[in-house]
């Protein structure tokens, strides 16, 4: 009798488990496209490796913690899919990548309950900074900071004495024009700084309260050091006539910015572990 209810509750994961693999291989492979063509998203590809070593890590607790399966999951799963099928059917790529995360939350609360679901809430929410943001809310944001990070860059300028006028997100020398495009808003690093606060957070602090802090703090960085970027090519466009944006230094650059950028994460994750393990 054992026996069989062990086979028929195997029988039940398998079937589960192949539902949501035919189900979202669609979307899977979207994302395997977004990541293999977009700068934003390519840390997408280590995003699912680094979800699986958590849980791997967690092994022992997942192996201690009972399994209870809850209805309310099933509910969950089967939820996930209707809001799949109509986001299918209407074009929102970006609701059907979420809940493929949706669905997979309401398998594991089904198969085998909430505390166990809570184990691995992290990596679960880890999932969704693989999916790209609606492409409405990253224009939304994009043009708001160009203008800003424009603005303060020209500021910065004009107090160093350079000739200088801004119109809109296009900065004005006496003979050469720099326009400040969407690279240098800063969304760009955001949403891969957002991503390595989040794990290094998760890794290295105890408290959520710093995690959520260094999380924050990704944010003013990616916004500051890219008016960095923007000034020091205005500064260099100025006294030696030579475009930082231009050819294969744009790209070098935009590196060595990036890791000013991770440097700055790096030291501020250092003071918020002296505070961490002193509040411990």
């Avoid at 209870?68 to 059917?89: E, Q």
């Avoid at 995360?101 to 085998?112: F, R």
């Avoid at 808003?185 to 998760?202: A, D, K, N, Q």
């Avoid at 802090?213 to 990704?218: C, G, N, Q, R, S």
């Amino acid at each position: 009798m054992a026996n069989t209810t062990q086979g028929s509750y195997r029988n039940k994961i398998i079937i589960i488990i192949g539902a949501f693999i035919f189900t979202y291989a669609s979307v899977l492979m979207g994302l395997w496209n977004i990541w293999s063509n977009s700068d934003e998203y390519s840390h997408g590809f280590f995003i699912i490796p680094i979800a699986f070593y958590i849980c791997w890590t967690k092994k022992d607790v997942l192996a201690e913690t009972p399994v209870s399966s809850s209805l309310c999951g099933f509910f969950f799963f089967f939820l996930s899919l209707v809001v799949y099928v109509g986001s299918k059917y209407a074009g929102i790529t970006t609701i059907s990548s979420w809940t493929m995360v949706m669905c997979l939350a309401g398998m594991i609360l089904y198969l085998y309950g909430w505390r166990i679901l809570r184990e691995v809430s992290f990596p679960l929410f880890l999932l969704l900074s693989m999916i790209p943001v609606p492409d409405q809310v990253y224009s939304s944001l994009t043009i708001p900071l160009q203008l800003f990070v424009s603005q303060v860059s020209v500021t910065l300028a004009y107090f160093l004495g350079l000739p200088i006028f801004r119109d809109g997100n296009v900065i004005q020398l006496p003979d050469r024009t720099l326009e400040v495009v969407q690279a240098c808003s800063g969304l760009r690093s955001l949403v891969t700084l957002l991503t390595l606060s989040l794990i290094m957070g998760y890794f290295t602090l105890r408290s959520n309260a710093l995690r959520v802090l260094l999380l924050l703090l990704a944010i003013p960085v990616a916004i500051v050091v890219n008016i960095i970027r923007v000034f020091i090519m205005v500064v260099i466009l100025y006294y030696f006539q030579y475009d930082l944006a231009e050819d294969s230094v744009h790209t070098i650059y935009g590196l060595v910015i990036f890791a000013l950028a991770l440097g700055l994460i790096f030291a501020f994750q250092r003071v918020l572990q002296i505070w961490d393990k002193e509040a411990e």
